[in-house]
């Protein structure tokens, strides 16, 4: 994507109970990690990690972007 592309936006809800039981777990392990941190590297790992042609990437200030990437084994998305 270039720097003239425009960019739209989406927004994830994670859902209340996913950020109390990584909260839970990170106490348990005694990691001082941000619960939205580890949901969001979660997220970026299965996008990054799917068959789709998608790559997704943290930004520095957190959001996750997400590219169309043509891979020689991808799906199809539609």
């Known amino acids: ?3 003239s592309s425009p960019t ?3 927004t994830l809800e994670i859902d ?18 941000p ?4 949901a969001a590297a979660l997220v970026t790992s ?3 990690n799917s068959s789709y042609p ?5 930004t520095e200030d957190g959001p996750i972007r ?3 990437r043509l891979r020689s084994f991808s799906e199809p998305i539609l």
């Open 66 to 68: 997400l590219r169309y």
């Open 8 to 10: 739209e936006t989406l």
């Open 54 to 58: 998608l790559s997704a990437t943290r």
């Open 16 to 33: 209340p109970s996913l950020l109390d039981h990584l909260r839970e777990r990170l106490l348990q392990r005694h990691r001082d990690t």
């Open 1 to 3: 994507m270039n720097a």
């Open 46 to 48: 299965i996008l990054d």
């Open 35 to 38: 619960p939205e941190e580890l």
